[in-house]
């Protein structure tokens, strides 16, 4: 059985996607859609055909999962819903205060048509997620603490971008060792998220540009930097190509909790990611829970749902006799 | 709503779920069975009645999920199915080989009787495959590993004390350090179970025994130590039981995967454990995994079930919509 499996927007991340698929032998790439000119769209994949965004709608019985790969800010708010109304859908949506608004209108377009939904898949939210909550609930009396990085935040390095004589720039979130410490000692220390983490910024400055004044303006711009320790280096651009290319990310999620007659007993639960690059980890992610909204519309479910309501096994290739056999 | 709860088996693991139900306020403890002397069963909570275990077929109206705390060698595979065929329950089977017959022969009285059995529930079977599981699915091409420890191993330590001349004694298996920087590297090294992990025993000797034999003893013992690094210190009875006296456990379950046009991207998923008290840890999981039983018993479910046909969200205390604000 063949998951017709469909990507709708091409950037990094539906880049991911077509090269997740190729790991997961029960997919099938029937389409790739853009808005932009798809005759100016470039893929990897022999044989398969990039359409304007526009025409997906008239593919609506050749797909059976539309992984949609378009940013949180103003673009999946909008197409979520509206492509819930015709396929069974997948995006990565991440503004985590509008994830409750977003789910209810996905989730009345989905049960409206009968489709299923998946939405805010990939690492944070995500897998992320997942380790909070089990965390939680399995030490009810604790606490946790999510550290980002070390990863190139795209929102810092654009921010940098902006400041007058800057030609080019990146910027890395990166946890505080002496915080992670203190988390993994059990000792729940009270922690914000500036306390968590630095910001290590690599610009390559236009010439003649006032460097000093550039520093400043990064240190001291509200909200991105004026709370956190943050570094400032000058580099050239042939470095920053050569050296800052990548979309590296990661991060930890940290729960201690105490059990005990007297809470005597710590534990402490750590997941972490170590990722090369943020878009290919996310795409693969989408593509799991891609085969589980494939299964789950099979068997007659409908309705928006995000990682928590979803059994583990339904993410798999395999059957639950072999994941019993092999993975329990 | 309350989840009237038993425990079946006043061991440490049946004390760890009697004291996890008091860190979750939808439970509600109604008795403890053992197979002892009910009169000369000590138990941390006022009001609960302990019963000898005979009793628990004449109470299966008042018990809404049963959890069995004991062992797996002898007891689990004949009492889980038996008492799946009047109450909704939970085990901690760990015998990895037999979890799929374990399964079949719960699977059909939980079957024909209505009721909701999970088995193999705790963390290594349990939180470790969970993680098994979500990384295989998310970088299929890839490798995983898992170590144990460091922590008390039940049965070395019974081993040790087998050993002609030893007084008492305890195994603690521990990771070796450079195998687990090999994992981490992403180099996806072979590593045989000896190589992940070196023994460390701590033996009080009889007076006048022959400690170079015991030595010699232990670390020949085939299976359990002779393929083994394995360390010996003899120490007194009081220094065991003030430094040695808690059973604390852990281990790591580590998946390096590729992803990219050539494979050129290596992410790391590491998911690790640091617990004080290995039972009262693996308690917490049981009665998280006792709420998901209750709730899929009221919709109407039945048949045996393991962590991977879990939704996440049946473990939480918290709604839906509590979880998504709060946690995704």
Redesign the interface.
């Known amino acids: 059985m063949s998951i017709r499996t469909a990507i709708f927007g091409y950037g990094n991340l539906g880049k ?1 996607v077509e ?2 698929i190729r ?2 032998p029960d997919f099938n790439l029937v389409g790739i859609f853009t808005r932009r000119d798809p005759e100016s769209v470039k893929i ?1 994949t022999p044989g398969v055909k990039v359409y304007h965004a526009e025409k997906v709608f008239s593919m609506k019985d050749e797909i059976d999962v539309l992984i949609i790969c378009s940013g949180s800010a103003t673009d999946l708010p909008k197409q979520t819903p509206e492509l819930a109304a015709y396929f069974n859908v997948i995006d990565s949506f991440d503004t ?1 205060a509008n ?2 608004v977003h ?1 209810e209108k996905t989730d009345a377009a989905a049960k409206a048509a009968g489709k299923i939904a998946i939405i ?1 898949v990939g690492w944070d ?1 995500g ?1 992320f ?6 965390s ?6 604790g606490k946790d603490y999510t550290f980002w990085g070390k990863g190139v935040s795209q929102g810092h390095s654009d921010a940098i971008r902006r400041v007058p004589g800057v030609k080019n720039g990146k910027q890395y979130t990166v946890p505080v060792p002496e915080a992670l410490e203190a988390v ?1 000692s059990g000792k729940n220390p009270e922690l914000t998220t500036s306390q968590k983490h630095t910001r290590e910024c690599f610009v390559v400055a236009e010439d003649g540009a006032d460097k000093a004044e550039i520093e400043r303006q990064i240190k001291t711009m509200p909200n991105y930097f004026d709370e956190y320790n943050t570094t400032v280096n000058f580099i050239t651009e042939e470095e920053l190509a050569e050296k800052h290319g990548g979309i590296p990310h990661g991060g930890f999620v940290i729960r201690c ?1 105490k ?3 007297n809470n ?14 943020n878009p ?2 996310t ?3 989408l593509v ?1 829970y891609a ?1 589980a909204a494939y299964r789950l519309s099979k068997e007659g479910f409908s309705g928006c749902k ?8 339904y ?3 395999y059957s ?2 072999e ?3 092999h ?2």
Chains 1, 2 share one sequence.
């Open positions: 991911g090269l997740a790991n997961n990897y985590h994830i409750p789910f805010s939210p897998m997620s997942l380790n909070r909550l089990y939680a609930c399995i030490l009810p009396d993994r909790g059990t005990g007659l005597e007993n710590s534990h402490i639960i750590e997941y972490s990611l170590k990722l090369d690059s290919e980890f795409a693969s992610v799991a085969r995000t990682v928590f309501d979803i059994a583990p096994s993410l798999s290739i639950s006799e994941l019993r056999k993975f329990l």
